[in-house]
């Protein structure tokens, strides 16, 4: 496993803090099923008000049949607290056990279980196509359990291969009481250790980091939560948690410690929250909070029922006498170990079952992918208010901006800076951009909240020509000025492209790809004469190769010194449809050539990329001659008032079940709640990222065929809003527990799983 947190991929259940009931189970000697007991997989150090958050969760839609899965999907809601995030680590980890579904897998033998890292918050540092790809890690896990008396034993197998080496993690928990209203928390307790290894195997006899999680009985009916883990790869590094709290969760008291937070303690009651660190003393207020959604699941609008999408299966192969798993897809082939497939390789596709599939598949790749691009409009009155990225020199500089149109002007507000999170956004003061002289005849602007590049029309005219100096433009913008998008999808084989592709901007050179040169391209740019086919370069896109050649030789880059970013064209186009020639004319004189129109002016074309990632290529497979094909993630347009916004358009990317990218956000103080400058992030910083919005749920959205669906959130988390009156609300020092509490998993041996992953990426297969 790899991702943002490189070292304890098997805290699992801190999160067993919220041991949400009973669930699955099995049959064992012709006995009654045992139930498994279910696994939360956040852990909140105060229990939300759930009454409350229903207010924004719990929203019917009466049109659905009963018992759809509309209704029966209940949110998970938690309390995000600075205190909190002395559980972050476990945090992470109980995510992906949850994505284990254990409790459904209980008596049923060892197996294994594909999970996606990026669900869980980890990207890799990738963005773009790469970003939404998943990131699958492979587990093998064990969960048992006696009788329904006796606790449920859970074990899990980790292999961790990354920069800093490889690692092997043992976790062992043993659940003795499952959540329930009495007991939100259950009763439970894991250890977890993780050792240096070698072609996966321990290499060391000692680990590299270790730590124990458990919740006990406590006097008066309370229970009591422990928490304690060494770090020996950070400095040997020891967090540590002793929280005392009711059964009920309405009141409790603690200490907590890392080596970021320091010291804090802790004491609520139904109303407020106290929380003191050093001289930092605040007092939140249970009852008023903000909320933010992280996940959401899509309906059907007539059913209820969940929408997933036909993403892939897991794969596995030999090569090189060395045996190998992975995962095809939409987003290609991805593996986790073994020689690097190639084209021409065999694969076969793992089915959980009694009977495997036999059938060979070949594996196909080409050194590029076309993408195809197809316009859509909305108005600027309709995106008001969404952050749009504006890329610009400024002093000779390249700089992006955050741009807003507000109604009247196109504001920007922020700058791209590189912070200690990477690179985030820093506020500025805000200024107008002035449309009086631009570099061209509108704006091009790149936004997350609407899918990807846009360009707002506006209306222009040329600045008198200068003798020395580019040439200007005199524009203005109101509510009514047109917006381009373009919706993407991916060139897969049998689909059909024009014989003959024409460019006009970056129109990769291949003469200057052959000397490294790192910026290959031409440009049609102005000319003084009316549009022709003779102005344009020329490209074709070979179907069985599915590369796109000039001159019958294939527009590739594989060298990632000299292009680490990969090569993309400009839009490549059918130069035999009249409209797409007539559509380059200068918009003020139609015997002019704009070449830069070409993209915003045409109703589709195509881009080449093409690189030395993964994700720069096209990869699937083949059964015999038949290529297989997969759903593509799903566009979905959402209006959304409120929050700034008024019936503002937004185009939404659904993924998978649970899974909705394109949501705007901002950062927040989380001391206070208050909107905050995102680059003052970093570690021990109270400022963090969130989404600006919460979808209510039952809210409609609808993709570009027309057809509408339901959304609901599926994770929830809640933020107190800073109050005054926690003096009577002592707080106290607790001893947080060391080491010495601390249950040797050991390193039992890994069982041999040869079936196909039982679950991926939280579902069942």
């Avoid at 690692?167 to 062992?172: A, E, F, L, Q, V």
Wanted: hydrophobic share 35%; with cysteine.
């Amino acid at each position: 496993m790899h991702g943002k947190v490189k070292k304890s991929f098997i805290l699992l259940p801190l999160g067993a803090l919220a041991l949400a009931g009973c669930s699955g189970g099995s049959t064992s000697g012709g006995q009654q099923p045992v139930a498994g007991l279910t696994i939360a997989s956040k852990v909140s150090v105060v229990d939300p008000k759930t009454g409350q958050a229903g207010k924004l969760t719990a929203k019917a839609v009466a049109s659905l049949p009963a018992g759809s899965d509309f209704d029966k999907d209940i949110p998970f809601i938690y309390v995000n607290d600075r205190s909190i995030e002395a559980f972050n680590t476990p945090n992470d980890i109980l995510c992906k056990v949850a994505q284990t579904r254990h409790s459904d897998m209980v008596n049923k033998g060892a197996y294994r279980a594909l999970i996606d890292n990026k669900l869980c918050g980890d990207n890799g540092g990738q963005g773009g196509q790469a970003g939404n790809a998943p990131d699958y890690a492979t587990w093998t896990v064990l969960a048992t359990r006696a009788d329904s008396n006796s606790p449920e034993v859970l074990r899990v197998w980790v292999h961790e291969s990354h920069e800093n080496g490889e690692k092997i993690i043992y976790g062992s928990a043993n659940i003795s009481a499952g959540a329930s209203t009495a007991n939100p928390l259950g009763l439970f307790r894991l250890d977890f250790a993780g050792y240096p290894a070698t072609a996966g195997l321990p290499s060391s006899s000692q680990p590299v980091f270790k730590g124990s999680l458990l919740t006990e009985p406590a006097n008066g009916g309370q229970v009591s939560l422990k928490f304690v883990e060494q770090d020996a790869g950070n400095g040997g590094g020891t967090s540590a948690a002793a929280l005392l709290r009711s059964a009920d969760g309405s009141t409790g008291s603690g200490t907590l410690s890392n080596s970021i937070l320091g010291t804090m303690d802790i004491a609520y009651n139904t109303s407020l929250f106290h929380r003191v660190a050093g001289n930092d003393d605040r007092c939140l207020n249970r009852n008023d909070f903000d909320s933010s959604a992280w996940r959401y699941g899509l309906y059907d609008a007539g059913t209820g029922a969940r929408m997933q999408r036909n993403s892939g299966f897991p794969i596995s192969f030999t090569k090189n006498g060395v045996s190998g798993n992975g995962y095809v897809g939409y987003w290609g082939i991805w593996q986790n170990q073994g020689t690097p497939l190639a084209n021409g390789d065999t694969v076969y596709k793992q089915s959980y079952g009694p009977t495997p599939d036999t059938t060979p598949y070949t594996v196909f790749t080409a050194p590029g992918k076309l993408v195809k691009h197809t316009r859509k409009t909305l108005t600027l009155a309709e995106i008001k208010g969404v952050a749009l990225s504006l890329f610009s020199f400024t002093n000779n500089t390249p700089s992006s901006y955050r741009v807003t149109w507000d109604g009247s002007n196109f504001v920007k507000d922020a700058l791209m800076v590189q912070g200690n999170n990477g690179q985030t956004w820093q506020d500025i003061t805000p200024e107008n951009i002035d449309l009086a002289s631009l570099g061209s005849a509108g704006l091009n602007f790149y936004s997350d909240a609407l899918g990807g590049d846009v360009q707002v029309k506006l209306a222009c005219a040329p600045n008198s020509v200068q003798n020395q100096g580019p040439q200007t433009f005199a524009c203005s913008a109101s509510d009514t000025a047109q917006v381009v998008l373009y919706a993407r999808s991916v060139v897969v084989p049998g689909d059909t492209v024009p014989s003959t592709l024409a460019c006009t901007t970056n129109c990769p050179d291949l003469d200057k790809v052959a000397n490294s040169d790192p910026f290959p391209y031409r440009e049609v740019g102005f000319r003084a004469q009316a549009p022709s086919a003779g102005l344009l370069y020329s490209y074709a896109f070979n179907p069985n190769s599915l590369t796109l050649t000039q001159s019958g030789n294939p527009v590739v880059v594989s060298n990632a010194e000299v292009y680490p970013n990969g090569l993309q064209s400009g839009p490549l186009f059918d130069p035999s449809i009249s409209d797409n020639i007539a559509s380059l004319a200068c918009g003020f004189d139609a015997n002019a050539t704009c070449g830069w129109q070409a993209w915003g002016n045409l109703a589709e074309f195509y881009t080449w990329e093409t690189g030395p990632q993964s994700w720069q290529q096209f990869s699937t497979l083949k059964n015999g001659s038949t290529f297989l094909s997969f759903q593509q993630p799903l566009q979905v347009l959402y209006s959304h008032t409120g929050n700034g916004y008024t019936n503002a358009k937004f185009y939404l990317q659904y993924n998978g079940f649970g899974d909705l990218q394109g949501i705007p956000g901002k950062c927040i103080d989380s001391n206070t709640g208050a909107d905050a400058d995102c680059s003052l992030q970093g570690p021990n910083s109270s400022v963090r990222w969130v989404q600006q919005f919460t979808i209510t749920s039952g809210s409609t959205v609808t993709d570009t065929s027309g057809n509408s669906y339901l959304v609901k959130p599926l994770e929830l988390e809640q933020r107190m809003k800073a109050t005054t009156g926690c003096e009577a609300l002592q707080v106290s020092n607790v001893a947080t527990p060391t080491l010495s509490i601390w249950a040797d998993p050991g390193q039992p041996t890994e069982p041999v799983v040869t079936a196909a992953p039982a679950v991926i990426a939280g579902n069942l297969q």
